[in-house]
């Protein structure tokens, strides 16, 4: 809705402006209706016409475009992932040094693997991302939720059924990566509300683990999300309709055997091995000519 009552998007049909503009309209609006002075949360937006995609997030929810594998015999089996954003954290160097001309204090506490965003002076937000929709002290700190922004156009994925887009919160990264989710859904689902619940599932289940690593450096119990959105990419037809028609798989290939049952064509292993052959083995290896003598171990 943010979206699509857009000044941008309604007067001047600008796409990239219209998703700008409504996540600083959710920003304010949930600022103004909750507590988020620490709390906040990481976001992925995508808008689709019949012609192009646009992309927009904050945080370190992800958006993956997968494509069948363009290797010989590989489409079917296989597919390519392309991450379509990059994660808004202290660990990428172009958001770490813009935290710090903010005037941001960077830190890394003792036993902990990363650097963490504070109040200058202060012991709080302790976040590791730098872009969120709440989070109004990491604001005090350099935080923004002005998202980054990409656009591609849907004739580049649509030369084959099959390609997708999907976009995943931060527990879904954290457990899984982008290729075990490309095939994950690739191989075994042709729709989309059943992939993304099985991914939500799948990676729900994996944080749960007693032992996960992803935990380690966390408050035991602590949750996260594992919202999942799945869009296939299929041709449009003239008539406007967008039919979810994926080529029949291949069958695995068989293995041709030999003819194992002909008992004639069986050779006893004393017609096979003799002491020739050795000393051909020897001479190929020795790399000597034919005429020098070598000594046969037989």
Known sequence: EAVFQSPPLAQQGDAAGALIWAFHRVHREAAEALSLELAGAACTVALLDRERVWVAHVGDCRALLATPDPQPNAAQFHFVGSVLTQDHKLSVKAEFDRMQDFGGE??????????RLFVPNDEVPGLTLTRAIGDRLGHEAGVIHTPSVCC??????????????????????ATMSERVVVNWVGRF???????????????ASRWEEPHSVQKQSLRHGLADCFATALIFFDPVDTDGAVPRS??????????????????????????????????????????LLPTQDLVSPW
């Open 189 to 203: 689902f042709d729709d989309a509300a059943e992939a993304a619940g099985s991914l939500s599932i799948e990676a």
């Open 246 to 287: 994926l080529p029949p798989p291949r069958p695995p290939a068989g293995f041709v055997l030999g003819p194992h049952s002909d008992k004639s064509l069986h050779r006893d292993w004393r017609e096979v091995c003799h002491k020739d052959r050795s000393v051909g083995l020897r001479r190929a290896q020795a790399r």
């Open 152 to 173: 591609f156009h849907r004739g580049e994925v649509h030369g084959d059924a099959g390609n997708f887009l999907l976009l995943g919160s931060g527990g879904l990264w």
């Open 106 to 115: 960077m830190r890394k506490l003792v036993n902990d693997g990363v650097y």
